[in-house]
């Protein structure tokens, strides 16, 4: 009897173990390692805003200023407003670090309905239009370089992304290992242009008329902040590695401030070697600066030279965004049982590796969907801006909301002068979403009915088993 007895204590015991084994195998893939060093984390962020916009947005922001105090002025003021913006982050990121970054913020703040929209339109709308539209991009001047046919720059898109996700899903030190070497390119071939326009421009600066496009200063002003802070857009991805980082997420105010500061030194020396080499005018006038730029100062081997640059700062966006945005798809799936599929972590390599999956299918949809109807630059901003701003806003706003919910949460950082600097930010963003809605075309209220169309999807969903046992 007491053999039996002992027997069965035996067996309950293992049958224990196994248990135990069994949920912990399981956590495991959910739960990210802190593996990201500071300098990784800059790298991620200065790739994601530092691309081919800053080879674009200079000529519309000179014709909307007119004279070069107030062309430097909007960029100044353009990396005062994000530098404000990367502190609310910071006190947020500090405060509540994890892998979903914004959709962790607003999920405390307003809850899992407005959570999930947002997750929803980041997986449908923000990222995966970001990366498509970087994609293109690349393909485009691919494409100039050698044509595969009628939809070459397609082809080459989707190349990009499917290689790009692939890498990422080797492992966060491939990924962050590639952005470093794509990120240092750049950087060489962003110098080449800021000391060749600094230092070996021609004697008299190439001058255009340029029509005024506003009878007024402050309209024009406003539309340059539209397109600078646009150009500055990104930085906001820190959120989605706090919980990734070496020594915590306090490590987060280094990595936000240190790629501000980075960020606006870039803009304005690049902006600055454009100055030099073709006045306002010239800027304004030109339709690609960085092409016009080298041109005037070595010929036709400045153009391909700049060709492989833009390439260059649109594949290291395009990386940056994959690896931040498959973040918020794990969080999806680790909160909605619908989408769970997505919550795996792989702990080998410390990447989400089905959230990098769907995130890389929807994209290369994008693209398909793009062959058939493209209509430019102009309107993927138009079909993703109004949301991105929409919730950016939003997440301005969970700052005072968790400040007043959440009182007694440590908070390694907070935001200096506050209620008045976040109010800034919050009215920033207000301004921007009016913009990128007046002044878009269709394709900014097709962004908004793909929102919404992930309504239907809430209401017919049931809560993860991780989020109940949590609740």
Known sequence: MKDTQNLENRIEKIAKTASDDIVADADKPTHPKQVLRVVDAVVVIVGVVVGAGIFRTPSIVAANTG??????????LGGMVSFIGAMCYAELS??????????????????????????????????????????????????????????????????????LTFVNIIGVHVGTGT????????????????????????????????????????????????????TFGGWNEAGYISSEMRGGSKKMVTVMMVSIL?????????????????????????????????????GDTGVFLVGLLV????????????????????????????????????PETSTPVNALLTQGAIAVALIVIGSFARSGFESMVDFTAPIFWFFILCTGLALFVLRHKEPHTP??????????LPIIFCLTSSYL????????????????????LGTVFFFFIAESKDTKQKA
């Open 262 to 298: 980075l960020i606006t030194a870039i803009y304005l020396l690049i902006n600055l070697a454009y100055f030099n080499v073709l006045g306002i005018d010239g800027l304004a006038s030109s339709e690609a600066v960085g092409v016009e730029t080298m041109r005037v100062i070595m």
């Open 411 to 420: 908070r390694p950082f907070k935001v200096p002068l506050y209620p008045v």
């Open 433 to 452: 979403l009016y913009s990128s809605l007046m002044f878009a075309g269709r394709g900014a209220w097709l962004g908004v009915g793909v929102l919404l």
């Open 311 to 346: 390439i260059l700062a649109a594949l290291t966006s395009t990386n940056a965004t994959i690896f931040t945005g498959a973040r918020t798809n794990h969080a999806l799936g680790r909160d909605f049982s619908i989408f769970s599929f997505m919550r795996t972590w792989k």
């Open 67 to 76: 004279s070069p105090e107030l062309f430097f002025g909007v960029w100044i």
């Open 94 to 163: 500090t405060a509540f670090p994890n892998t979903g970054g914004d959709y962790h913020f607003l999920h405390r703040a307003f809850g899992r309905r407005f959570a999930f929209l947002f997750a929803w339109a980041r997986m449908s709308i923000i990222q995966t239009g970001s990366i498509a539209l970087l994609a293109f991009i690349v393909g485009d001047y691919m494409s100039e370089l050698y044509s595969l046919g009628s939809f070459s720059s397609s082809i080459y898109a989707a190349m990009v992304v499917v290689g």
């Open 179 to 230: 952005q470093k070497s794509l990120i240092s390119l750049q950087f060489i071939g962003l110098l080449a242009v800021i000391v060749v326009g600094l230092f070996f421009a021609p004697q008299s600066n190439i001058t255009a008329a340029v029509t005024t496009v506003s009878s007024g200063v402050t309209p024009a002003i406003g539309g340059a902040m539209v397109m600078v802070l646009l």
